[in-house]
Structure formats: C-alpha cells, structure tokens
C-alpha cells in the first residue's frame, strides 16, 4: 500500500483515520496535521516530502474573546482523489479537493479545488496547463532511460555536461 515511508507519524495519521489507497506513495516526510482523521488520499498517488496538510484556521483564535466569535472554530476536509502528485513542499489548505488525474507543482498553496486532470502551481496555486499537455511537454523533453545502477551517474554528467565541452 504505501511505499519509502515507515514513520511513527503516518502510522499515527493512519491511526487517527486518515485514509490512503492501495499504491500510494508518501515520500520524505509530509505533515498531516493536527486532523488526520479529514484527510483522504486515493489510489495511486505520490505525496513528496515536505508537504502539509491543513485542516483548520488557527486564526480564528484572534477574535475568540470577542462574545459573538466565541464559539467560532473553522476546519475543512481535504480530498485528494486516485492518480495524483503532489510536489515537494506544496500546501493544501482547509475544503480543497484535488481531482483524479492531477499534478501540484513543487512549492505550491493550494487554496482552492483543483480539476480533474489539470497541473497547478503556484501561491496561490493557479492553472498551469492540462495534464496531456504536460505528458507532450515532458515527452518532448524526456532524458534517455538509464536505470538505476553503478553507471547511472556517468551516463547523466555526460547527457547534461559533456555535450556543451
């Protein structure tokens, strides 16, 4: 079910109810926040390290003391559905559902939903391009397949910096 990731804090997110699907990635070490239990990840997705997960509004506590807010506590569920990246420290805020089939740039904020196969990024996170575009633009600017191995490193200094000598 999830791979690279066997940390106290999943085991305890996973615990508490957060839900991920089968062939989920969580890279690194992402930060589920304070509700877990309102996070769900679907099928097939990669969540990279650094990423936070917020599900509630701390700020509300500036104006607790005033008698008409005082009851006032605001959370939000978040809803990443199957087949989905999100890239390294990226943000998802509080009521945002990520649509199947969807990328989230490295160091995005994530502040509203996000289309069914669409790439955002960004602060504010914005529509960058449809995910067919981007399967054009990376094929297009593809590297040569060199596996992982003991030649990996040589092969990749040579692709990118022989070339220019």
């Given at each position: 079910?999830?791979?690279?990731?066997?940390?106290?804090?999943?085991?305890?997110?996973?615990?508490?109810?957060?839900?991920?699907?089968?062939?989920?990635?969580?890279?690194?070490?992402?930060?589920?926040?304070?509700?877990?239990?309102?996070?769900?990840?679907?099928?097939?997705?990669?969540?990279?390290?650094?990423?936070?997960?917020?599900?509630?509004?701390?700020?509300?506590?500036?104006?607790?003391?005033?008698?008409?807010?005082?009851?006032?506590?605001?959370?939000?569920?978040?809803?990443?559905?199957?087949?989905?990246?999100?890239?390294?420290?990226?943000?998802?805020?509080?009521?945002?559902?990520?649509?199947?089939?969807?990328?989230?740039?490295?160091?995005?904020v994530v502040t509203k939903n996000v289309p069914a196969g669409t790439v955002y990024g960004g602060?504010?996170?914005?529509?960058?391009?449809?995910?067919?575009?981007?399967?054009?633009?990376?094929?297009?600017?593809?590297?040569?397949?060199?596996?992982?191995?003991?030649?990996?490193?040589?092969?990749?200094?040579?692709?990118?910096?022989?070339?220019?000598?």
């Amino acid at each position: 079910m999830i791979k690279y990731y066997n940390n106290y804090k999943l085991k305890k997110a996973l615990k508490d109810g957060m839900e991920i699907g089968e062939k989920t990635r969580i890279l690194g070490i992402p930060k589920f926040g304070s509700e877990p239990y309102l996070i769900r990840i679907g099928k097939h997705c990669t969540i990279t390290s650094g990423v936070r997960f917020i599900t509630h509004d701390g700020a509300t506590w500036l104006f607790r003391d005033e008698e008409k807010y005082r009851n006032v506590k605001r959370y939000g569920k978040i809803e990443i559905y199957d087949n989905c990246f999100i890239g390294i420290n990226s943000i998802i805020m509080p009521d945002v559902a990520i649509g199947p089939n969807s990328i989230i740039a490295a160091g995005s904020v994530v502040t509203k939903n996000v289309p069914a196969g669409t790439v955002y990024g960004g602060v504010p996170a914005k529509f960058l391009m449809t995910l067919d575009d981007y399967k054009e633009k990376t094929l297009i600017k593809s590297t040569p397949n060199i596996p992982n191995g003991i030649n990996k490193k040589e092969k990749l200094i040579s692709y990118f910096w022989e070339d220019e000598k």
